[in-house]
């Protein structure tokens, strides 16, 4: 992987150009939470505010992945950040005169914008090396967006107790000249797609759609842990926010590790893979039922590393299976899967809370073995039926 970066400058730059750009996305969450939480003091405000980052992106799915698929990457990338240099400017005048609505309004179209940005990156992305080298990249990838989750907060609560919300908000116009400045020049796509008849595509492409619904059942029923972590810590395991946040660190590391592996790591990325992640995921859960702290944080580890391994290895096959005029499309759509985390949240937190933690965690597994049940109908239906996966170019 070293010589990998050592040796392609695009690469190093396109890297950068992310770190600096999803630090940014993560410092400016942030600096808008509190912003909003100091104009209204009203946490409804909040919820409100990150409905209208996310929802955008959610509905007009369909739309963006067709404008990544029909655009030269180049122009796409300059009219994207341009749009984010100057909806950001209007931001920050809708903050100055206290217009809450016009506030959200603007907030929602830049959330839109920033998506674009989001999906043609990823879809860019093999593009800068061999096809060999996709796991790596999308490994390397993957960490990187791991290390903002790290650093961008802590640098933006850092930079609130320094400075007003007001100049930090300018934040993401600094990000967007770093990007255009970094990446001149992306990969050339050398056809326009008029054709681009996403429904029919799926149909044609089962292998596809049915990686896309292990991702969206894994999200809902494994992935949402996280978000029931806090009260299990508190309420069955009777500790603290320090063991709470050791806990979340664990998570990270068993994400990091696997990451690091997969970076390390030249095998084909089978579904063979898809059914080994989902198996070790769901060991994770049934080990969590002892509920002794040592074994818990083991299984925590666990959890982490076979999620991460999960995830990863599924945007690996998306990239391998899907043709290139319908990449933008099916990432689009792919990504929608983050949506299912706080509605299995919503699930787990009822369930907990009325029936207890061990129809949470049985219900979990469950939910998790229908996984591993699809994967190996896909391996099945991949040795029967030669055009499964032998029809996508």
Wanted: net charge positive; aromatic share 12%.
């Amino acid at each position: 992987m070293r010589s990998l970066l050592r040796n392609n400058q695009p690469l190093q730059r396109f890297f950068l150009g992310q770190l600096i750009q999803r630090t940014s996305d993560w410092i400016d969450i942030i600096v808008l939470n509190w912003a909003i939480l100091q104009i209204t003091h009203d946490p409804m405000a909040l919820a409100l505010l990150n409905m209208m980052r996310l929802l955008p992106q959610l509905i007009f799915a369909f739309i963006t992945g067709k404008v990544v698929d029909c655009m030269q990457a180049i122009k796409l990338m300059y009219t994207v950040h341009a749009c984010n240099i100057l909806l950001t400017v209007i931001l920050c005048f809708s903050f100055y005169e206290r217009q809450l609505y016009m506030i959200y309004a603007v907030i929602a179209v830049r959330a839109y914008v920033q998506s674009i940005d989001n999906i043609q990156r990823n879809k860019v992305l093999p593009n800068f090396t061999a096809a060999d080298k996709l796991k790596q990249i999308i490994s390397m990838n993957a960490l990187l967006i791991n290390i903002t989750r790290i650093i961008g907060p802590f640098i933006g609560g850092i930079l609130l107790a320094y400075t007003t919300y007001e100049l930090l908000l300018l934040i993401p116009v600094l990000s967007s000249v770093c990007v255009i400045l970094l990446n001149k020049t992306l990969p050339h796509q050398n056809v326009q797609y008029k054709e681009h008849n996403i429904v029919q595509y799926f149909k044609t492409h089962k292998v596809i759609l049915h990686i896309m619904i292990t991702s969206m059942i894994s999200m809902f029923f494994g992935f949402s842990f996280t978000i029931v972590l806090p009260i299990i810590v508190k309420q069955t395991l009777n500790q603290g926010a320090l063991t709470y946040a050791v806990y979340t660190a664990v998570l990270a590391l068993g994400s990091v590790t696997v990451l690091m592996c997969f970076m390390n790591q030249h095998k084909q990325t089978t579904i063979c893979a898809l059914i080994q992640w989902s198996v070790l995921f769901s060991l994770s859960i049934v080990m969590m039922l002892v509920q002794h702290t040592y074994i818990f944080m083991i299984a925590i580890f666990i959890m982490g590393f076979a999620s991460q391994g999960f995830r990863t290895t599924h945007r690996v096959l998306v990239q391998q299976y899907t043709e290139e005029q319908y990449k933008g499309t099916v990432l689009s759509v792919t990504m929608m899967d983050r949506g299912f985390i706080p509605l299995g949240g919503m699930m787990l937190t009822y369930l907990y809370t009325t029936f207890g933690i061990n129809v949470m965690f049985t219900t979990m597994f469950i939910g998790l073995v229908c996984v591993t049940l699809l994967c190996i109908y896909m391996k099945w239906e991949e040795k029967r039926d030669g055009t499964y996966i032998q029809s996508v170019k």
